[in-house]
């Protein structure tokens, strides 16, 4: 059974690009999550996304979206990037949005603004 | 808002010792669940323990145990018989009862295992 799998590993941007960030729930899986982890920092989260819509939000801009599709995988968007945009980008998948199940993390992205 | 601190970013630890990870936190919420995570150099966030606020015994999974104390907002760690493997960032984080799954991080505690 594979766990939650997060695609690019590393990727590399300049300044002002768009950048997209993907991510495939555990198996049975259908809430995704994502969160920020600065260097040297704990993670920060992003928003929530359970049956295609977004649940909950951060303390983000608008420049950060994300999408969930029909078989559960989400994506994360990111316009406009600045160099404070660097870091690592975990995903985390849950079975329902309640307290009692266990988030399953991601190897997360790391991303790179140059 | 809730916050969680953690006040130690660094410790080390001999292996076969115990080592004991400080957490704080804050909140005016009384449903809510406390979480240590662990973060080694793949980066997957790997769940180590899991307490209840409702639930006054500490939670133990193995040669991991917490103290929770709710009157002071403090949720510590013990690792027995520490092990290499060990060796990695752990970082306690807080989630409201109502917040459908919003986990909120401390800033970690690099924790170092000695042969």
Redesign the interface.
Known sequence: DAGVTQSPTHLIKTRGQQVTLRCSPKSGHDTVSWYQQALGQGPQFIFQYYEEEERQRGNFPDRFSGHQFPNYSSELNVNALLLGDSALYLCASRSRPTMNTEAFFGQGTRLTVV | AQT?TQSQPEMSVQEAETVTLSCTYDTSESNY?LFW?KQPP??????VI?QEAYKQQNATENRFSVNFQKAAKSFSLKISDSQLGDTAMY?C?F?N?G??????????TKLSVKP
């Open positions: 969680v669940y995570y793949s980066r997957q966030m790997i769940l899991r970082f984080a989630m009862g917040s459908q799954g919003n986990l909120i991080f401390g800033k970690g």
